[in-house]
């Protein structure tokens, strides 16, 4: 059983950390991709599905080719950030379930429908993406996470050659720069969105 995490980590994480809208100039490095990544993977997914795929972006061609496809100001954050990272999930994930999930051979026959295999790899890489947040708050990096951006156009762009890939969500990181911030939107009290039986 794990052990409750003190204050300065629940803060770290969940009760300061923030989106950010930009970043101190302290570049990210492979090394810190892959730390990042060596958490995430850890998290819980459906039958271990790891449905998501990732691209990570740390050149600027690579920063300026996404930002192009970005709606509004985001494009505009993406090519000042240090890394961008595209959360993508794969429709043929089960191809990969006897390696991920091999105490249950035939766990790669339980999705025999596209259409049920994109709503389980949607749902599953959308949990990986929270936990590349949570990784890389846990690891003293920054995010925003964003989806004003052409889902099709990135698709061709950085999946092209993976029919079965689509883009879910973007994200900027780095070390935030606090003055690009703004106040903290309201969080709503336990009892307005929960209820207990």
């Known amino acids: 059983m794990g052990q409750p995490l003190n204050d300065v980590a629940l803060d770290t994480i969940f009760r300061t950390a923030r989106s950010y809208n930009g970043y101190t100039d302290q570049a990210i490095k492979r090394g810190d991709i892959e730390a990042i990544y060596d958490l995430l993977k850890m998290g819980p997914t459906s039958v271990n599905q790891q449905s998501a795929r990732f691209v990570w972006?740390?050149?600027?061609?690579?920063?300026?080719?996404l930002a192009s496809f970005a709606s509004g100001s985001n494009a505009e954050k993406i090519r000042k950030a240090p890394a961008s990272v595209i959360i993508g999930y794969d429709v043929n994930f089960h191809e990969h379930l006897p390696e991920l999930f091999p105490h249950a051979p035939e766990a790669k026959n339980w999705f025999p429908t596209?259409?049920?295999?994109r709503e389980q790899a949607f749902r599953n890489s959308s949990l990986q993406g929270a936990y590349f947040i949570i990784a890389a708050r846990a690891l003293g990096f920054?995010?925003?996470?964003?989806?004003g951006f052409d889902n099709a156009k990135v698709d061709d762009a950085f999946f092209g050659d993976q029919p079965g890939v689509k883009s879910n969500f973007i994200s900027t990181f780095g070390v935030g720069d606090p003055t690009t911030i703004f106040a903290r939107s309201p969080r709503p009290a336990f009892d307005q969105f929960n209820t207990v039986i």
């Open 57 to 65: 972006i740390l050149s600027q061609d690579g920063k300026d080719k």
């Open 114 to 117: 596209e259409e049920g295999r």
């Open 142 to 147: 920054d995010t925003g996470p964003m989806s």
